[in-house]
């Protein structure tokens, strides 16, 4: 069965520090991977997806085909990346989309 | 933003009593879902649907049923509401671009 994990329930960094949200994943076939974010009071929206290779934010994803992970980073945490984070995955066909449980950043001053 | 609008956004509610949550779209996506937002678990799939009528049973169905008679409008159904099923409630939507454009959610809660 499609999964996403996500091991850290809670990851607090101070500013300035760098930060690593992991992400793997359980999928057959080659899929799609995303981050999607959500601030405080705001509704869910997409960060970034592997396919795209952009830098979002400061934030970059790899995938890691060996590995099977799909890892956020930023070098530098600003306190306005404090938020909850989800990893998700979609299948070959495009639109079963599994999410991982999430992961809150704190960013600390 | 798709023009995604969830309505209630905040509903309190008895075990046993019928809960309807609308999700209405004003971009003429194809592709609607329902998922529920717990501690710990994330985002769940309820139901989703690929057209006008034709809708699909996702991880957590048990419990609730979906119709979408239009377009715009995707409606999730609590038959007899339980303890279980207080929740956050998110409807997205998808034209098969790989995003999923989400609304702001709805609290129901079940006394």
């Known amino acids: 069965a499609q999964r996403v994990t996500q091991p850290e329930k809670l990851l607090s960094v101070f500013k300035g520090a760098p930060v690593e949200l992991k992400c793997n994943y359980s999928?057959?076939?080659?899929?799609?991977l995303f981050w999607y974010v959500q601030y405080s009071r705001q509704r869910l929206q997409l960060l970034l997806r592997?396919?795209s290779r952009e830098s979002i934010k400061g934030f970059t994803a790899d995938l890691n085909k060996g590995e099977t992970s799909f890892h956020l980073k930023k070098p530098f945490a600003q306190e306005e990346d404090s938020a909850m984070y989800y990893c998700?995955?979609?299948?070959?066909?495009?639109?079963?989309?599994?999410f991982g449980p999430g992961t809150r950043l704190s960013v600390l001053p | 933003d798709a023009g995604i609008t969830q309505s209630p956004r905040h509903k309190v509610t008895e075990t046993g009593t019928p809960v309807t949550l609308r999700c209405h779209q004003t971009?003429?996506?194809?592709?609607m879902y329902w998922y529920r937002q717990d501690p710990g678990h994330g985002l769940r799939l309820i139901h989703y649907?690929?057209?006008?009528?034709?809708?699909d049973k996702g991880e957590v169905s048990d419990g609730y049923s979906v119709s979408r008679s239009k377009t715009e409008d995707f409606l999730l159904t609590l038959e007899s509401a339980t303890s279980s099923q207080t929740s956050v409630y998110f409807c997205a939507t998808n034209e098969n671009t790989g995003e999923l454009f989400f609304g702001e959610g709805s609290r129901l809660t079940v006394l």
């Open positions: 592997h396919i």
């Open positions: 971009e003429n996506h194809r592709y």
């Open positions: 649907s690929y057209g006008v009528k034709d809708t």
């Open positions: 999928y057959s076939g080659s899929p799609e």
């Open positions: 998700a995955g979609v299948d070959n066909y495009g639109q079963n989309f599994v």
